[in-house]
């Protein structure tokens, strides 16, 4: 291979300084093209066991000192067996694909390494993290508006908990919470996240209350203000309502507009979690979707999901400037030294060091601008709509639900649903989920790769009705107690 700038011979007990230069870049892009290499037959990488990776793969750390290309070669054989997410055939999970100027754009994060916390470190960085959130903020309708980064969806759940607590609990930040039983609602199809934030953020899992949804999915209103009195009339605290824009199962979207009147009649945070459907404001056609979330005290929106940004980039939106800040603030003065707080960053994020998750977002957004996602999200809908049609149209097959947005979920007939996707991965066709829909187990499909077509979808419904012809029969039903989805 090519120079490598070595300080010190390998056997030296200092670390090697190693610096990027052509070879280590050149050896990158084998890496990334052998990675990227996927076989037709076998389009998500062969299915291995733990045992088979372990006794293969150099994967445990020995504490010893390996040459360059001995590293190379286990990334080599690393990646080789990494399933990979950008195949046409990977619908596993609510992301999928590669945007080629996001990836590049969080390379050069990584290349940058950049820490977010100040103006003073990260310079144009902060600069351009907050042209992210204020474009963000201003297509869910908040002006100005307000954010910050996170980690994912779950922790932008989990920092609207903190700030609903607080801000329902005047002097908690400093003091602590006092005994009150603290109560939060969310439909019976929201994201597990946010019973697993109450659960860290001292509310407690056992005080989300699930507000049962219709067939389609969506939070009923009536239901959800029922329960608020009732539980005001023992005493209990409600302090913030979860609205789902995009549940993790279905796609479906809670009546927002409804909701928030709720909200301010009780006088509750309204959240909506819109980590998955928050794209559909990026859609002329769609956005309607949401209507009402403008009203909403924060909004959690992942852009590594239907926006196409490499794991993670996602942010927590709020209508009020100031608010992350007035709870996630902590002085530390050899820390911000320099600038004003607006240029700080760290002053409102959850983490101190922090990834640079805005620049990939940024790029991607400079090069398809609002009418390139805008027909990005088109097309996903279109592949959506073709599925459901393609199951409506074949007697073998049940769809379970009109799909809302770009989640489709269906039966094939008296075929198990949970086998039907666990041979789907087995055979190396495609990684596909199953979710519960109406107390049944279906196949969902989700759209987020922007590199599938109809032919991909014809390919797997084939597959998926091969497969379910080889299976015994067997009933999808699911016990009720195992009924909601999160
Ligand atoms: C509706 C919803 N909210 C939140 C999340 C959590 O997002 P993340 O995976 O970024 O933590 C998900 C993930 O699928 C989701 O579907």
């Not at 100040?118 to 600069?127: D, I, N, R």
């Not at 400093?174 to 597990?192: D, N």
């Not at 922007?450 to 014809?458: G, M």
Request: aromatic share 6%.
């Amino acid at each position: 291979m090519g120079r490598i700038h070595q300080g010190r011979s390998h056997d030296d007990s200092k670390a090697h300084a190693l610096s990027i230069d052509e070879s280590v870049v050149q050896k990158t892009l084998e890496l990334v093209r052998a990675h990227s290499r996927l076989d037709e037959e076998t389009p998500v990488r062969p299915h291995r066991s733990p045992e088979s990776l372990r006794e293969t793969l150099s994967i445990e750390l020995d504490g010893e000192a390996h040459p360059f290309d001995d590293v190379t070669d286990a990334l080599a054989g690393l990646l080789s067996a990494t399933p990979s997410t950008t195949s046409q055939q990977f619908f596993n999970q609510l992301f999928a694909g590669r945007d080629t100027v996001a990836t590049m754009g969080d390379v050069l994060a990584v290349i940058a390494n950049t820490p977010m916390y100040t103006f003073k470190a990260g310079g144009p960085q902060v600069l351009l993290e907050r042209a992210c959130i204020n474009r963000m903020a201003a297509k869910v309708g908040f002006d100005p508006g307000d954010g910050i980064f996170t980690p994912g969806g779950s922790l932008s759940n989990m920092a609207a908990l903190i700030i609903a607590r607080n801000e329902a609990l005047e002097g908690s930040r400093e003091s602590g919470l006092p005994g009150a039983r603290l109560i939060v609602y969310t439909s019976e199809e929201c994201h597990y996240s946010v019973r697993k934030g109450a659960g860290m953020v001292g509310i407690g899992r056992g005080n989300v209350r699930f507000v049962p949804a219709d067939e389609h999915g969506r939070m009923d209103p009536n239901a959800l203000r029922s329960m608020m009195l009732e539980d005001r009339d023992s005493g209990a605290v409600p302090i913030m309502i979860n609205a789902t824009s995009g549940t993790t199962v279905q796609g479906a979207f809670d009546p927002i507009d409804q909701i928030a009147d709720i909200a301010s009649e009780q006088g509750v945070w309204l959240h909506v979690d819109a980590a998955w459907g928050g794209a559909v404001l990026l859609c002329e056609s769609k956005r309607r979707l949401m209507d009402g979330v403008d009203r909403a005290d924060s909004v959690t929106w992942d852009a590594h999901k239907l926006m196409g940004a490499p794991l993670t980039s996602a942010v927590l939106l709020t209508r009020e400037v100031g608010v992350c800040k007035k709870h996630f603030d902590e002085a530390a003065s050899y820390l911000y030294q320099e600038d004003d707080d607006e240029l700080n960053p760290g002053r409102s994020s959850l983490q101190c060091g922090r990834r640079n998750d805005a620049l990939k977002l940024w790029a991607a957004w400079k090069y398809r601008g609002d009418a390139g996602y805008d027909a990005m999200i088109r097309q996903f809908y279109a592949l959506a709509e073709y599925t459901a049609d393609r199951v409506r149209e074949d007697p073998g097959m049940t769809l379970s639900h009109d799909p809302q947005y770009v989640n489709v979920c269906f039966e094939v007939n008296a075929k198990s649903s949970e086998r039907i996707c666990y041979e789907l991965g087995r055979r190396q066709k495609a990684k596909v989920g199953y979710g519960i829909v109406n107390g049944r187990k279906t196949i969902r499909m989700v759209y987020a790769n922007n590199e599938v077509t109809t032919d991909h979808v014809d390919r797997l419904l084939d597959d998926i009705l091969a497969i379910a012809a080889e299976l015994p029969d067997e009933d999808n039903a699911i016990e009720p107690a195992l009924a909601c989805s999160c």
